[in-house]
């Protein structure tokens, strides 16, 4: 199988010794390995083990360790998987503090994921008891992330802005701000997104245009949608 490859069990054994070494990115992947049983036997306890170490050793620094292997894609995209595990209490205890924790740390180095899923947990009540995160930092959390390009925010947005429109004072500046950001989804090749911008730019008011909201039906339709 894949866990007794000879080169992925000398990758677990290197990672191993730079991790007991106390590199961080080590070790977040030999977490990693026990957590998908690469290179080693499946040991859901040691993954929890090594990527909480990796997480402590990239929040306090060590003085081997240089800013950019902190800034890391690869322990970004650590803290950030294992905030899901502990999301959804695969391997570890499910604790959703630990891993909104988890995801804020990656969210600071960037990734889109950790924020949109930061922003996720507003909209849905996880963060309501956390009294200094209020309604705007969770909609910042997804423009963050959606105006780097990350589809499902773009598209929460889009839906976020659409249904406050009708509760409005100024329901001409909310749908704008709907169209923006169903556009930039819809650009990038999203077939529902594509047919809501058409939806939304062929109704009545100040921003209709039913020649690009043909237009958007059209290459829904060619997606099946």
């Known amino acids: 199988g894949e866990s007794t490859h000879p080169d992925l069990e000398k990758a677990f054994q290197y990672y ?3 991790a007991e070494q106390n590199h961080p990115r080590a070790a977040q992947e030999l977490g990693c390995c026990y957590f998908d049983g690469i290179g080693v036997d499946q040991d859901r306890v040691k ?12 929040e306090t620094g060590h003085e081997e360790v240089t800013e950019a292997t902190l800034a890391s894609t690869t322990l970004a995209e650590g803290r950030f998987a294992f905030g899901m595990k502990h999301f959804k209490g695969e391997g570890v205890k499910q604790d959703a503090d630990e891993a909104i924790k988890l995801w804020r740390l990656a969210a600071k180095q960037g990734h889109l994921a950790a924020l949109h ?6 909209f849905d009540g996880t963060l ?12 910042n959390s997804w423009k963050a992330a959606a105006e780097r390009g990350h589809l499902e925010s ?17 329901k001409n500046r909310e749908l704008k701000k709907a169209l923006t950001w169903y556009g930039l989804a819809a650009d990038q090749g999203d077939a529902q997104s594509q047919y809501d911008l058409a939806e ?11 020649e690009k909201a043909f237009q958007y039906y059209q290459k ?6």
């Not at 899923?117 to 507003?122: A, K, N, P, R, V």
């Not at 773009?154 to 409005?168: C, F, M, N, P, T």
């Not at 939304?200 to 039913?210: A, F, I, M, N, Y």
Request: glycine residues 8%; hydrophobic residues 30%.
């Open 117 to 122: 899923h930061l922003g996720q947990c507003y």
């Open 220 to 225: 829904a339709a060619e997606q099946n949608h």
């Open 200 to 210: 939304c730019l062929s109704g009545e008011s100040t921003h209709q245009d039913l």
């Open 47 to 58: 993954a929890a083990r090594w990527l909480s170490k990796a997480t402590e050793l990239g």
């Open 154 to 170: 773009q598209i929460g947005l889009g839906k976020l802005y659409l249904s406050i429109v009708e509760h409005s004072n100024d």
């Open 128 to 139: 309501k008891p956390i009294s200094n995160f209020r309604h705007h930092e969770g909609v």
């Open 16 to 18: 191993q010794k730079a």
